[in-house]
């Protein structure tokens, strides 16, 4: 982020020990316009060029008193600003203060009632009785010297405290998930009555401070290329850098074989007449169905897909000739946080749900290095920010398309005959969810090819053929989700449809599981 940022808005410095999540503390701060800048936990704070107007400690996987645990620099303490433990991130504060931090008897994970003790206390300013969500297995042994009880609940007599006469808070549970009641009020009386902090952070501001970061990184000559698939997210990221840096932006489509019906041409009209963006559509389709030859493991498909992405863009880098000579550096990418969070790997708790192609199927040794914007954002965030970019609603709207497309739709080999199944089975589904005025009540639809055969009868003729699995979903986040509730008539409508006009198709069937447990995609 541009320096300059800090001198217009007051900063909140988030310390992130590696919680699952640390990013939605940020996310919740901007909700109510404060902005707020997330460094690594063991950022030295004589190195910081700025001062933050607070300080906040997020949640861990370690244990403070494990050997390996991540500490804080202590200088912290020596900014006189105030600071806010939460979860592991008040186990910090009182092992600090030489408090003993133990392992509890009992792992309190999931909702608790918050028994507010001390009612004068600016942090819970308008917050009662509430529930929040706690995540933790660790608790303190004792009061630190110098703090006083909060709030409790029925398992932590320490659910909350506060140092008697500085601003140094700590919460034993997560304020920032929605599932914490009065969460985001807490946050909000920190930053905004205890930090004094100035509400005047707005996604307008992003973009002008991403664009002034973008120019900056990229200098006044270079070029850059982007990956761009004609979904939300890149097309936002297009913009932004179309924006910041005009025509030396170069905007690819690959063509990975596994697209849907119609989808490159469809996508290159929309992007270059009606955004202006410079889009070339690149068909490496024979190279990616020749690589996913034989692949059938999920992870595997991920894997080679989000390799051959990366070879196709440094083919392509070397292919444009930058006009001052050097050769490409920059790839622009449309990751979110949520593709981020399920494909890494922290230490602990959070595991590799799935690899997304553009996270974890990346090169070791790639020489593009990417350009992220969005990377910290929620798709929510997204759309708002494409609205405010101008990009029409149709296309801010649109439904999500993972990079792997229709390959991870394909259960089992993907062949150019399954390809060309599961894109007309979708095709149908789409065009009814279209015509029925349901596409926008619906997060994500799709259909998925499944690799099993069934018997059926067409015109007096025994067949035998594969099954195709509707599936709808209702989210916002797409981190949790919800299958939608059809109207029978319809799904009456597209399986007769799907089995009539897509040859080896004799059966459908709809999804009705969650996230959790299921996750969106079938691979
Ligand atoms: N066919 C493709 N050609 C070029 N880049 C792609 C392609 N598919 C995906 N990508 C890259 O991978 C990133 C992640 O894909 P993802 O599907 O999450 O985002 P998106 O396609 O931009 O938006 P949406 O989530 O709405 O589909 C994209 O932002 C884009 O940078
Ligand atoms: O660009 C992408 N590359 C991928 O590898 C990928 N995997 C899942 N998705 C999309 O992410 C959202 C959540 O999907 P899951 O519940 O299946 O993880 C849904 O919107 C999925 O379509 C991907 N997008
Ligand atoms: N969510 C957290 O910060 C957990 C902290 C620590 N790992 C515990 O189990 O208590
Ligand atoms: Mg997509």
């Given at each position: 982020?541009?320096?300059?940022?800090?001198?217009?808005?007051?900063?909140?410095?988030?310390?992130?020990?590696?919680?699952?999540?640390?990013?939605?503390?940020?996310?919740?701060?901007?909700?109510?316009?404060?902005?707020?800048?997330?460094?690594?936990?063991?950022?030295?704070?004589?190195?910081?060029?700025?001062?933050?107007?607070?300080?906040?400690?997020?949640?861990?996987?370690?244990?403070?008193?494990?050997?390996?645990?991540?500490?804080?620099?202590?200088?912290?303490?020596?900014?006189?600003v105030?600071?806010?433990?939460?979860?592991?991130?008040?186990?910090?504060?009182?092992?600090?203060?030489?408090?003993?931090?133990?392992?509890?008897?009992?792992?309190?994970?999931?909702?608790?009632?918050?028994?507010?003790?001390?009612?004068?206390?600016?942090?819970?300013?308008?917050?009662?009785?509430?529930?929040?969500?706690?995540?933790?297995h660790?608790?303190?042994?004792?009061?630190?010297?110098?703090?006083?009880?909060?709030?409790?609940?029925?398992?932590?007599?320490?659910?909350?405290?506060?140092?008697?006469?500085?601003?140094?808070?700590?919460?034993?549970?997560?304020?920032?998930?929605?599932?914490?009641?009065?969460?985001?009020?807490?946050?909000?009386n920190?930053?905004?009555?205890?930090?004094?902090?100035?509400p005047?952070?707005?996604?307008?501001?992003?973009?002008?401070?991403?664009?002034?970061r973008?120019?900056?990184?990229?200098?006044?000559?270079?070029?850059?290329?982007?990956?761009?698939?004609?979904?939300?997210?890149?097309?936002?990221?297009?913009?932004?850098?179309?924006?910041?840096?005009?025509?030396?932006?170069?905007?690819?489509?690959?063509?990975?074989?596994?697209?849907?019906?119609?989808?490159?041409?469809?996508?290159?009209?929309?992007?270059?007449?009606?955004?202006?963006?410079?889009?070339?559509?690149?068909?490496?389709?024979?190279?990616?169905?020749?690589?996913?030859?034989?692949?059938?493991?999920?992870?595997?498909?991920?894997?080679?897909?989000?390799n051959?992405?990366?070879?196709?863009?440094?083919?392509?880098?070397?292919?444009?000739?930058?006009?001052?000579?050097?050769?490409?550096?920059?790839?622009?990418?449309?990751?979110?946080?949520?593709?981020?969070?399920?494909?890494?790997?922290?230490?602990?708790?959070?595991?590799?749900?799935?690899?997304?192609?553009?996270?974890?199927?990346?090169?070791?040794?790639?020489?593009?290095?990417?350009?992220?914007?969005l990377?910290?954002?929620?798709?929510?965030?997204?759309?708002?920010?494409?609205?405010?970019?101008g990009?029409?609603?149709?296309?801010?709207?649109?439904?999500?398309?993972?990079?792997?497309?229709?390959?991870?739709?394909?259960?089992?080999e993907v062949?150019?005959?399954?390809?060309?199944?599961?894109?007309?089975?979708?095709?149908?589904?789409?065009?009814?969810?279209?015509?029925?005025?349901?596409?926008?009540?619906?997060?994500?639809?799709?259909?998925?090819?499944?690799?099993?055969?069934?018997?059926?009868?067409?015109?007096?003729?025994?067949?035998?053929?594969?099954?195709?699995?509707?599936?709808?979903?209702e989210?916002?986040?797409?981190?949790?989700?919800?299958?939608?509730?059809?109207?029978?008539?319809?799904?009456?409508?597209?399986?007769?449809?799907?089995?009539?006009?897509?040859?080896?198709?004799s059966?459908?069937?709809?999804?009705?599981?969650?996230?959790?447990?299921?996750?969106?995609?079938?691979?």
């Open positions: 982020m541009a320096e300059e940022i800090k001198e217009v808005f007051d900063t909140i410095l988030v310390l992130d020990f590696g919680s699952q999540y640390s990013h939605l503390i940020t996310r919740r701060l901007r909700e109510f316009n404060v902005y707020a800048e997330m460094l690594p936990c063991t950022q030295k704070i004589k190195e910081l060029t700025w001062k933050p107007k607070g300080i906040i400690l997020s949640g861990s996987p370690y244990s403070v008193f494990a050997d390996d645990a991540p500490h804080v620099d202590l200088a912290v303490f020596d900014l006189n105030p600071i806010l433990g939460i979860c592991y991130g008040m186990q910090e504060i009182a092992h600090i203060n030489n408090t003993k931090v133990i392992r509890g008897d009992k792992r309190e994970y999931g909702p608790a009632l918050l028994q507010v003790e001390d009612k004068s206390c600016p942090l819970f300013k308008d917050v009662d009785h509430s529930k929040v969500w706690m995540s933790h660790d608790k303190l042994s004792a009061l630190p010297q110098g703090f006083k009880v909060v709030a409790t609940s029925d398992n932590s007599p320490f659910a909350a405290m506060a140092h008697e006469t500085k601003p140094i808070y700590g919460l034993q549970f997560h304020p920032e998930v929605t599932h914490s009641v009065k969460g985001k009020e807490l946050l909000r920190f930053a905004l009555d205890i930090c004094q902090a100035n005047n952070w707005s996604m307008e501001n992003f973009i002008d401070t991403e664009i002034s973008i120019k900056k990184l990229v200098g006044p000559t270079a070029e850059v290329i982007g990956a761009v698939s004609g979904g939300v997210d890149s097309t936002v990221a297009a913009k932004l850098m179309a924006r910041a840096i005009g025509d030396r932006f170069h905007a690819i489509l690959v063509d990975n074989g596994v697209l849907r019906l119609n989808e490159a041409k469809m996508v290159k009209k929309n992007l270059t007449e009606g955004l202006g963006i410079n889009l070339t559509v690149v068909d490496a389709s024979e190279e990616f169905l020749s690589k996913l030859k034989g692949v059938t493991e999920p992870e595997k498909k991920r894997k080679v897909i989000g051959t992405f990366i070879h196709v863009f440094e083919r392509v880098a070397n292919e444009i000739k930058p006009k001052d000579g050097d050769e490409i550096e920059f790839l622009l990418q449309g990751t979110l946080y949520p593709d981020v969070i399920e494909s890494i790997s922290f230490k602990g708790p959070s595991q590799t749900i799935k690899t997304h192609h553009n996270v974890g199927g990346l090169l070791e040794n790639m020489k593009l290095k990417l350009i992220e914007p990377r910290e954002l929620f798709k929510d965030e997204v759309r708002a920010l494409g609205e405010l970019l990009i029409p609603h149709d296309l801010v709207w649109r439904h999500p398309f993972p990079g792997p497309g229709l390959a991870i739709r394909i259960l089992g062949t150019p005959s399954q390809v060309e199944i599961a894109r007309k089975a979708d095709h149908i589904y789409i065009e009814e969810i279209k015509k029925a005025g349901l596409y926008s009540q619906i997060s994500q639809a799709f259909a998925a090819l499944l690799p099993v055969k069934s018997v059926g009868v067409m015109g007096d003729e025994r067949v035998y053929a594969q099954v195709i699995a509707l599936r709808a979903i989210t916002t986040d797409f981190m949790t989700a919800d299958w939608f509730i059809f109207d029978a008539r319809f799904l009456k409508r597209v399986a007769s449809r799907i089995v009539n006009e897509v040859d080896g198709i059966r459908v069937v709809y999804d009705i599981t969650s996230k959790p447990p299921a996750t969106v995609e079938w691979e």
